[in-house]
């Protein structure tokens, strides 16, 4: 069992007005969120982040820090926690910093120029789904709520805008501390790499900017520009290293994935998740069938694999030799077989090696699994139906630069309407989860991890709760003189807290929100 979770920042604009300010967009939506919710959402408690820590034991000073790092506010400081905090909810709110932690264990809020949804933690692939989705139903329900209040919006879940900035949907896994971050950078990499043939969401356009005309595997191949580092904007890396755990930091890293695409269907979101895990798995125990997997240039590589729609491109390995992305994945499921340790482990070794046995016979027999290839499969249809007839009567396809292809591309990833929503409905994909679960996922947090107590309280016992985070509770249950508790809660798997039972007891049966 592994603690995992997925934050995913939207696209955001306004139809009628592209050139709208987007942070003031996000602000309006979060808000709206709130509205949605009945209400039943708290405030984010800052205090105790410190993104400036990095996994390969140093700190970077502030002074240096780019603005992306600075995911902590300086007005919630750990220092300033006492005082800011006894500031009641209504008050005046930075529009850049506008948080709802909700009902269900999430966090929603805005990240730069950005809405983000941070998923409540989860210990298995198949809850990684139920909350990833019910994210993306709650985003597009608090743009309905936004309508309602007047304000046009539009939200699409994917990772580059068409101008060349790139944004994220990040994985967090929790992972022993006692594993050297070197060895767990490197033998983890080829998946990481490799892993985009099975779970990449396409990309029409080739470049930051999207310059050459082309489709790719991948839309954040074009950004990634090292193996590792501190940022996520700039110079983003293959293993980001900052080193923020949410957990007891003496047991536990965070290990933060930036690679990885946003992904509109279940399926490769599943398998995002569940294979990454058990690589962890046999990275943890020190496997050294890893070794032979690692990689001479693996930046090089991230975008030589997402521009080889064929699957043939071998990529050069530390040993001198080569081997294609699906082979570095089914030497990969050989070893994570022998990491299995439930049924659930065991869904995600068979659906994994069907795919890609699918895409190693032919890649479209995939497209019901495989995002990238559903949409190259649609989009190519597209171009026959724009193509025209030259003198000789011969077919001429619109190249991937055609507007009409490009507005297809992000037509694709919209909440709610998209083209792979389109597919989702007409069962034309396969489906994870129920609706019934993601339903219930909007308001109910998972039921295995310390998010249970977060979620319950939120909306229980609202009377009480200021703020909340990751790892703490913060109670004011003294509002004569302003004091306030602190709950750290350090071991993720937590689900039980005896002054957290006591209050929720005195709550009374647990109720849904009442929402407009």
Request: net charge negative; hydrophobic share 40%; charged share 25%.
């Amino acid at each position: 069992m592994r603690v995992v979770g997925i934050e995913t920042e939207y696209g955001i604009t306004d139809p009628g007005n592209p050139g709208a300010n987007p942070i003031l967009l996000s602000s309006r939506l979060v808000q709206a969120c709130r509205v949605w919710s009945g209400n039943s959402a708290t405030r984010w408690d800052y205090g105790g982040e410190d993104p400036l820590m990095d996994l390969r034991g140093m700190r970077r000073e502030r002074r240096y820090a780019t603005a992306d790092l600075l995911t902590d506010s300086p007005e919630y400081s750990e220092a300033n926690r006492g005082v800011t905090l006894r500031r009641r909810r209504g008050s005046w709110e930075d529009p850049a910093h506008v948080n709802a932690v909700l009902a269900n264990g999430a966090r929603f809020y805005v990240d730069h120029a950005h809405p983000e949804y941070s998923g409540p933690e989860v210990t298995s692939a198949h809850d990684a789904v139920v909350w990833d989705v019910a994210g993306d139903r709650i985003s597009a329900a608090a743009a309905a709520q936004m309508r309602a209040d007047g304000d046009d919006v539009a939200l699409y879940k994917n990772n580059v805008d068409g101008k060349g900035a790139s944004y994220g949907t990040h994985e967090n896994y929790l992972v022993q501390r006692s594993v050297d971050f070197d060895d767990l950078a490197r033998r983890l990499t080829p998946h990481l790499v490799s892993r985009q043939v099975v779970v990449g969401a396409g990309r029409v356009g080739l470049g930051q900017f999207g310059q050459q005309a082309g489709f790719q595997i991948s839309q954040r191949a074009d950004y990634i520009e090292a193996e590792v580092g501190l940022e996520t904007t700039l110079r983003r890396p293959i293993v980001n290293t900052r080193d923020e755990p949410h957990a007891d930091r003496r047991r536990w890293r965070r290990l933060h994935i930036i690679v990885g695409d946003a992904n509109s269907m279940e399926v490769p979101t599943f398998l995002k998740v569940g294979t990454t895990s058990l690589v962890l798995s046999a990275v943890e125990a020190g496997d050294e069938r890893l070794d032979v997997l690692e990689l001479a240039d693996p930046v090089a590589e991230v975008s030589a694999v997402s521009r080889d729609l064929a699957l043939r491109y071998r990529m050069r390995l530390a040993s001198g030799e080569s081997a294609t992305a699906l082979e570095i994945q089914r030497a990969l499921v050989t070893i994570a077989r022998d990491y299995v340790s439930d049924e659930a482990d065991a869904r995600v070794i068979d659906r994994w090696e069907r795919v890609i046995d699918a895409l190693g016979r032919n890649p479209f027999e995939a497209a019901r699994d495989v995002e990238w290839v559903a949409k190259l499969q649609l989009l190519g249809r597209m171009r026959e139906r724009y193509a025209v007839l030259d003198a000789d009567g011969t077919m001429i396809l619109p190249d991937w630069d055609d507007d009409r292809l490009q507005a297809a591309d992000l037509q694709w990833s919209e909440l709610g309407t998209g083209l792979a929503a389109r597919l989702s409905a007409a069962g034309a994909v396969e489906r994870i989860v129920s609706d019934a679960d993601i339903e219930r996922a909007m308001t109910t947090p998972p039921s295995t991890t310390r998010a249970w107590l977060r979620g319950r309280m939120v909306s229980q016992r609202g009377d009480v709760v200021d703020a909340a985070s990751w790892s703490t509770i913060v109670l004011d249950r003294d509002s004569e003189h302003g004091h306030l508790e602190v709950l750290t809660l350090p071991d993720p798997l937590v689900t039980s807290h005896h002054l957290v039972d006591t209050l929720l007891a005195e709550a009374g049966p647990a109720h849904t929100p009442t929402r407009d």
